[in-house]
C-alpha cells in the first residue's frame, strides 16, 4: 500500500482524495454553527411571510422611532435595533436565489445547510472534473492530479473559508465554467444566465461571448435572463417585483456607487481598500486601532480614484479582446476582476482563485518560465498562505486583513497573468 502511495501518480491522487474529503467532513461538521447560509435560509422563508428580503425597511423604521443616540437603546427598540445589527443586508443577493432556496427553508437549519454544503461540495467536484480537461484550455502536459493537489493548496485559505460560510462561490464558479466551455449555444448562454441571475458579477463573462463572436450564446444568455427570472415572478408577481426593484436600488446601487459599503476590516475590494485608506468613518470601529485613514478625502475624490484605477487595470483587457487565442486568459483576469472590483470580497470571495492559479500552474507546465517569473509567483501564492492566522496568529493577521492584503496579492496574481498573456506570441516562438 505504502509502495504504491509513493508512486507519484497514485500518491497525487491519494492527497487529492484526502483533500476533498476533508472539505467535505469540514462543512458537514459545521452545519449547526452560524454561517451566511442561514441569511439566505431566513430571507427564503421570507417569501412565505412577505417581509422585506432585504430588511432596509428596518432601518426605516428605525430612523422615523429614533431622532438621538440615546433613544437607540430603549427597550422599546431593541427588536428593531438587533434587526438592524443582524438581518438588514444580510441577503444581498437577487431574489431569485432566495426563491430557489424556497425548498430548503421548509426543512431544519441544520439540514438544510448540510444539504447546500453538500451541493457545494459536488459543485468543487464539478470544477475539478471540468479542470481535467486541459487540452480544452490550451495546455499540453498529461492530467496530473499533482496539478489539483497545488491549486487546492494555493487557494487553501480560500476555500476553508467558504466552505465554513457554506457560501455560493463554488456553485458559480462551476456554472461559469460550464457555460465557457459548452460548444452548445443554448446551454452556455443559459448556464450563465443563471450564474448572473444569483449574483450579478458572472455578468462579466458575457465579455467572451463577444469575443469568441457567439452571438447566439449571448441572445441565449439575455433569453436565460428573462426565464429564470420568470420563475419567482410566477410564484409571486408583486412581492417578486417589489424586491427586485429594493435589490436595484438598495443593495445593487450602493454597491456600484459607494466605496463606504461594508468597508470592514475583511471587505478586501478596491473599493472597501480605498474607503478605508482615505474616508474617515468608513471603519468606524477599526481605523482608529490602525492610525487610518492616511488622509480624509471627499467621497467623489475616491469615487475619482478608484475609476482611475479601474481604468488602469481594464485597459489591457480591451488590448488582450483583440489578439485572438486569448480565451483563457481573458477568462482568469475576468474571474480576478469580478472579485477585486466588486462593491464587497470577503476573504471566501476570492475562492475564484481557482481558476487564474490552475491557468498558471498548467501555463508553468506547458511554457518555461524564468527564474524571475517562477519566484515571482512563489511569493504569491506562498504570502496567501503565510498571512493566515495560522501562521501568523490573529493580532498580525488582522493588521494584513485592514491594509487589504489579499487584495494586493490577487492584484498581483491579475498582473502576472497579464504579463503572460502578452508574452504569449513569444513564448511559442
Same mark, same amino acid.
Given at each position: ?26 462543512? #458537514? ?15 427564503? %422563508? $421570507? ?10 425597511? @428596518?432601518? +426605516?423604521?428605525?430612523? %422615523?422611532? /429614533? ?9 422599546? =427598540? ?29 426543512? &431544519? ?63 458559480? @464558479?462551476? *456554472?461559469?465554467? +460550464? ?17 448572473? &441571475?444569483?449574483?450579478?458579477?458572472? +455578468? ?13 450564446? *449571448? ?13 419567482? *415572478? ?50 468606524? /470601529? ?11 478625502? &471627499? ?6 480614484? %478608484? ?7 481594464? !485597459? ?6 483583440? $489578439?485572438? =487565442? $486569448? ?8 474571474? #480576478? !476582476? ?21 491557468? #498558471? ?12 517569473? $517562477? ?8 504570502? /496567501? ?12 493577521? =488582522? ?21 503572460? &498573456? ?8
Amino acid at each position: 500500500m505504502l509502495k504504491e502511495i509513493r508512486n507519484p501518480e497514485i500518491g497525487g491522487k491519494f492527497l487529492f482524495i484526502i483533500l476533498v474529503l476533508f472539505f467535505l467532513g469540514n462543512g #458537514l461538521t459545521r452545519t449547526h454553527q452560524k454561517s451566511d447560509f442561514l441569511d439566505y435560509y431566513h430571507a427564503s %422563508q $421570507r417569501w412565505e411571510t412577505k417581509e422585506n428580503l432585504y430588511k432596509f425597511d @428596518v432601518a +426605516a423604521e428605525l430612523s %422615523q422611532k /429614533v431622532t438621538t443616540w440615546e433613544e437607540l437603546f430603549l427597550p422599546a =427598540n431593541a427588536s428593531l435595533l438587533d434587526a438592524l445589527q443582524n438581518q438588514t443586508a444580510t441577503y444581498i443577493y437577487p431574489p431569485l436565489f432566495s426563491f430557489l432556496l424556497i425548498p430548503l427553508g421548509k426543512l &431544519s437549519p441544520e439540514i438544510a445547510s448540510g444539504i447546500h454544503s453538500f451541493i457545494n461540495w459536488l459543485a468543487l467536484l464539478g470544477i475539478f472534473y471540468l479542470l481535467s480537461k486541459g487540452e480544452k484550455f490550451g495546455f499540453k502536459p498529461k492530467f496530473n492530479y499533482w496539478v489539483f493537489v497545488l491549486v487546492i493548496l494555493t487557494n487553501f485559505r480560500y476555500l476553508e473559508s467558504h466552505i465554513q460560510n457554506n457560501q455560493v462561490g463554488i456553485l458559480l @464558479v462551476f *456554472l461559469v465554467l +460550464a457555460s465557457l466551455l459548452s460548444k452548445n449555444d443554448i446551454v452556455s448562454g443559459l448556464t450563465l444566465a443563471l450564474a448572473t &441571475s444569483i449574483k450579478v458579477t458572472p +455578468a462579466v463573462f458575457i465579455v467572451l461571448f463577444l469575443y469568441e463572436k457567439r452571438i447566439k450564446a *449571448l441572445l441565449w444568455f439575455f433569453l436565460g435572463m428573462i426565464l429564470w427570472n420568470a420563475l419567482p *415572478l410566477l410564484y409571486d408577481f408583486d412581492y417578486t417585483l417589489t424586491m427586485t426593484k429594493e435589490w436595484i436600488t438598495q443593495v445593487l446601487g450602493n454597491a456600484l456607487s459607494n466605496p463606504l459599503l461594508r468597508s470592514w476590516k475583511n471587505n478586501q475590494s478596491l473599493p472597501s481598500t480605498l474607503a478605508k485608506y482615505f474616508i474617515s468613518g468608513a471603519d468606524f /470601529v477599526n481605523q482608529p486601532l490602525y492610525r487610518l485613514p492616511f488622509a480624509d478625502l &471627499s467621497l467623489n475624490t475616491v469615487k475619482t480614484i %478608484q475609476l482611475i484605477i479601474i481604468l488602469i487595470f481594464g !485597459a489591457p483587457i480591451l488590448l488582450l479582446l483583440k $489578439r485572438p =487565442n $486569448r480565451k483563457w486568459e481573458l477568462a482568469s483576469l475576468l474571474f #480576478l !476582476a469580478s472579485c477585486l472590483f466588486s462593491g464587497i470580497s470577503w476573504i471566501h470571495s476570492f475562492v475564484i482563485c481557482i481558476f487564474p492559479m490552475y491557468f #498558471l500552474i498548467s501555463h508553468f507546465l506547458t511554457y518555461e518560465w524564468s527564474k524571475r517569473e $517562477r519566484n515571482t509567483f512563489l511569493v504569491i501564492a506562498s504570502l /496567501v498562505l503565510l498571512t493566515h492566522r495560522s501562521v501568523v496568529g490573529s493580532v498580525v493577521e =488582522n493588521v494584513f486583513l485592514m491594509f487589504s492584503v489579499l487584495f494586493y496579492l490577487n492584484a498581483a496574481l491579475y498582473i502576472l497573468i497579464l504579463y503572460f &498573456s502578452f508574452k504569449k506570441n513569444e513564448i511559442r516562438n
